[in-house]
C-alpha cells in the first residue's frame, strides 16, 4: 500500500465502518482512503475484501430488490444470478468478479475507439451502447455504472439496451444525477465530428482509458425520456438506517424496466 493511502486510512478514521458487502457477501470493513469521505462517498468506502465502492453496492442491492431475493448479497444469491443472462458495460469489477467468473451467461464489454464492436482486446470484449451487437430481447438484466454521461448520443444507447432486454428485464445504472434541473448538455459532437465544448469540459476517471469526457450531467428529465423509450423508471435513493449496514451512501440507482 502505498504512503499516500496510510495517510489517507488513518485521516479518514471517522468514515471507515463494519457491515456486510452486498456484493462478496462478507462482514467486513469500509475503508476511505483519503481526504474526501463528503461530499463523494458513492466512489468511496472501499469493502476490504472485493474492493467494492459504495455505488456498486447500491448497483447490486437493487439487482437484489428487481428479483425480490431474501439474500443481502450477490455472492449469497449467486446461483439464482447465474440462470439469467447479464450485460454489464464494465469489466473487471466486483461484481464480475463474484457473477462473471466461468459464466458465460454474463457478458462483461468496455468500449475501445480503435476496436470494432464485438472484437476483443485483451481478452474483453468491444462494445459501442450506441450500436450493441446483441440480438433483440437478449437480456434479463443490462447494468451501466456511471457510463451513459460519455457516450455521445445517449438516446441511442437507451433504446439499445431496450432493444436486448428482454421484455420485463432490468436495465439498473447509475449516471451523475440532478435532481433539481433538467439534464445539462456539456458538450456536443458537430457534424465534421469536432467535440464542442457548451461548458467547461469535465472529465471523470476511467480505469481503462485515463480520463473520459462527460457529455452531460443528467436531470429529472431522465424518467420522462426513459419512459418515451419505453421503460418504467424508478429512483433508488439510499436510506440512511437501511444502506449503512452495507456502507452504501450519497447515492442514486436508477431502475429502468422494460415495458
Ligand atoms: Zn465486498
Same mark, same amino acid.
Given at each position: 500500500m502505498q504512503l499516500k493511502s496510510v495517510i489517507g486510512l488513518a485521516r479518514n478514521v471517522r468514515y471507515h465502518r463494519f457491515g456486510k458487502c452486498t456484493i462478496c457477501g462478507k462482514n467486513t470493513m469500509f475503508l476511505s482512503f483519503d481526504g474526501h469521505a463528503a461530499p463523494h462517498v458513492r466512489e468511496r468506502l472501499h469493502c476490504a475484501s472485493c474492493k467494492s465502492v459504495s455505488r456498486q453496492r447500491h448497483?447490486?442491492?437493487e439487482m437484489l430488490r428487481a428479483f425480490e431475493r431474501k439474500e443481502t448479497s450477490l455472492q449469497e444469491a449467486r446461483a439464482f444470478f447465474r440462470t439469467l443472462k447479464i450485460y454489464s458495460a %464494465?469489466?473487471?469489477?466486483a461484481m464480475s468478479q463474484v457473477l462473471g467468473k466461468d459464466n458465460s451467461n454474463y457478458v462483461v464489454s468496455e468500449y475501445f475507439p480503435d476496436v470494432p464492436a464485438g472484437e476483443k482486446k485483451n481478452g474483453v470484449q468491444c462494445q459501442n451502447?450506441?450500436?450493441l451487437t446483441f440480438k433483440d430481447s437478449e437480456f434479463d438484466v443490462v447494468i451501466t455504472e456511471d457510463v451513459l454521461e460519455h457516450v455521445v448520443n445517449f438516446k441511442k444507447a437507451l433504446s439499445e439496451?431496450?432493444?436486448v432486454l428482454k421484455k420485463g428485464g432490468f436495465h439498473i445504472f447509475t449516471?451523475?444525477?440532478?435532481?433539481? %434541473?433538467p439534464t445539462v448538455e456539456r458538450a456536443i459532437v458537430e457534424q465534421?465530428?469536432?467535440i464542442k465544448h457548451l461548458l467547461p469540459p469535465e472529465y471523470h476517471g476511467d480505469p481503462i482509458r485515463g480520463e473520459i469526457l462527460a457529455f452531460r450531467t443528467f436531470g429529472y428529465d431522465i424518467f420522462s425520456m426513459l419512459s418515451e423509450i419505453g421503460f418504467d423508471a424508478t429512483l433508488s435513493p439510499t436510506f440512511?438506517?437501511?444502506?449503512l449496514k452495507h456502507a452504501i451512501a450519497d447515492s442514486y440507482v436508477i431502475?429502468?424496466?422494460k415495458r
Open positions: 448497483v447490486a442491492l %464494465s469489466s473487471g469489477d451502447l450506441e450500436a439496451i431496450h432493444r449516471v451523475p444525477l440532478l435532481l433539481d %434541473s465534421t465530428g469536432t440512511f438506517q437501511m444502506t431502475v429502468s424496466r
